[in-house]
């Protein structure tokens, strides 16, 4: 566009209005996205870490004298000739701000300390366990995956009858406590059907069951988050349009619809890893199963600080992690929130 006035002579003079600025590429914005929120993780790991020194500072009693007792099993007065190991061995002599500082620098290492009981580093005894439980709550998360798109798929939109025989069900699978629906599952497709193996099973038979105990209340709870997203959706013009090219009604929920109504979950799944993680402890417990849940429980009743912090500091990691690939998945599902 151009604008015309006269000049000194009498003829016209053009002269260009300047282009507006161009807005930032999707690859710059996600970019800036992403460094902002691995900024905003750094921040949360680092409070998370320094929570759980302090918590251990704060603890009554002495800590050389606690590792011993550890130890031995029972709790009784130590001499200083038999602390001065311990101190040594753990640099309780030294300042409490020089111990958060190699505190700090450990966890950046990959190093969570060494345990009190075993004498151990906890990275070793948590490593030991933790691909059985990634294993588990991952399988469990994309079970509830499934199970919510093909319930939410075949009845959202159906009317008000189904729509609220559906509802009920929802709530109900999200209120279903892991101890509760473990022990109903063993029961009828272990000890009842013979299906699955009782308990300690190995393979995929030993993973159906405590993964499905995972599973189900989430799915319920996906589902809660997805159903009145994928109702407005279904209303919308493009589902018309759709319609009107001669899609058929699957056809249009599953390409159309439902990219547009998972958004709400895709935000619930950050929360879904940390979550099937906790409730790990009490699945793995049930079915015999190994992870982390079992040295949890271990450490807890043997005081073990070490390694309860380095799977509390773990935990969190996992959860600020599962935000971070959530947002970075935001954007692939709806590009408009890459330049937002």
Same mark, same amino acid.
């Given at each position: 566009m151009t604008r015309t006035s006269p000049s000194s002579t009498g003829s016209p003079s053009r002269t260009a209005i300047a282009p507006p600025p161009r807005a930032p590429s999707r690859g710059r914005a996600l970019a800036r996205k992403v460094a902002e929120r691995a900024a905003s993780a750094v921040v949360v790991l680092w409070g998370a870490a320094t929570v759980a020194f302090v918590a251990q500072l704060l603890l009554p009693g002495d800590r050389a004298t606690v590792i011993l007792n550890i130890r031995a099993g029972q709790p009784q007065d130590r001499t200083p000739d038999e602390l001065a190991?311990?101190? +040594? @061995?753990? $640099?309780?002599?030294?300042?409490?701000?020089?111990? &958060? =500082?190699? &505190?700090? @620098? $450990?966890?950046? #290492?990959g190093d969570f300390g060494t345990s009190y009981q075993q004498f151990r580093p906890v990275a070793d005894i948590i490593g030991e366990q933790l691909g059985a439980t990634v294993v588990l709550s991952l399988s469990a998360i994309a079970i509830a995956w499934v199970l919510m798109v093909v319930w939410v798929t075949l009845t959202a939109g159906r009317g008000p009858r189904i729509g609220g025989l559906a509802s009920a069900v929802d709530v109900t699978a999200a209120g279903l406590p892991h101890y509760w629906l473990g022990i109903i599952l063993l029961l009828v497709f272990a000890l009842g059907l013979h299906w699955f193996p009782v308990i300690g099973g190995t393979g995929i038979a030993g993973l159906a069951l405590p993964a499905l105990t995972l599973a189900i209340p989430l799915a319920g709870f996906l589902s809660q988050a997805t159903r009145a997203e994928f109702e407005r959706s279904l209303d919308q013009p493009f589902v018309l349009t759709a319609r009107m090219r001669g899609m058929g009604d699957v056809a249009v929920r599953l390409q159309h619809v439902l990219r547009h109504a998972v958004l709400p979950s895709v935000t619930l799944t950050g929360w879904a890893l940390g979550a099937t993680l906790s409730g790990a402890v009490v699945v793995e417990s049930i079915f015999s199963r190994p992870g982390i849940g079992s040295v949890l429980v271990t450490a807890v009743n043997s005081h073990d600080l070490p390694v309860v912090v380095g799977l509390v500091t773990l935990v969190a990691a996992f &959860?600020? =992690? #599962?935000? =971070?690939?959530?947002?970075? +998945? &935001?954007?692939?599902?709806?590009?408009?929130? #890459?330049? #937002?």
């Open positions: 190991p311990i101190i +040594a @061995r753990f $640099g309780l002599d030294r300042p409490e701000f020089v111990q &958060y =500082l190699d &505190y700090l @620098r $450990g966890l950046v #290492a &959860y600020v =992690l #599962a935000n =971070l690939l959530v947002d970075i +998945a &935001y954007t692939v599902i709806d590009p408009r929130l #890459a330049v #937002a």
